[in-house]
């Protein structure tokens, strides 16, 4: 259902932009996400885009990170910027369709040096 592109290693500062392609109409897509899991911490919502393209982002981004949408491939993308070794983690997207079916990426690891 969903395929998400590889994460990676960035130093601090820099940037890494990650995508997530739904399987399936777009027209079925209630909204798209992104949440992190860092080592010893429960899962946290990052950034989310609703198909009428509001979104909204946790506090720790703002600013340095840009969730967008492709609907003609059906892809939530997440620009990171300015990037932290708090942005360490393991990213999952998340899509829900038709208000009320939910499914999860594999996750992609991304990795910010110090």
């Known amino acids: 259902q969903l395929q998400a592109s590889r994460g990676g290693l960035v130093q601090t500062g820099g940037s890494l932009r990650l995508s997530c392609a739904a399987s399936g109409s777009i027209f079925s897509i209630t909204a798209m996400f992104w949440y992190r899991q860092a080592p010893g911490k429960q899962r946290e919502f990052v950034a989310a885009?609703?198909?009428?393209?509001?979104?909204s982002y946790t506090d720790s981004v703002k600013g340095r990170f840009t969730i967008s949408r492709d609907n003609a491939t059906s892809t939530a993308n997440l620009e990171m910027n300015s990037l932290k070794p708090d942005d360490t983690a393991v990213y999952y997207c998340?899509?829900?369709?038709?208000?009320?079916?939910?499914?999860w990426g594999q996750g992609t690891q991304v990795t910010v040096s110090s």
């Open positions: 885009i609703a198909s009428d393209g509001s979104t």
């Open positions: 998340k899509v829900i369709r038709d208000f009320r079916y939910t499914y």
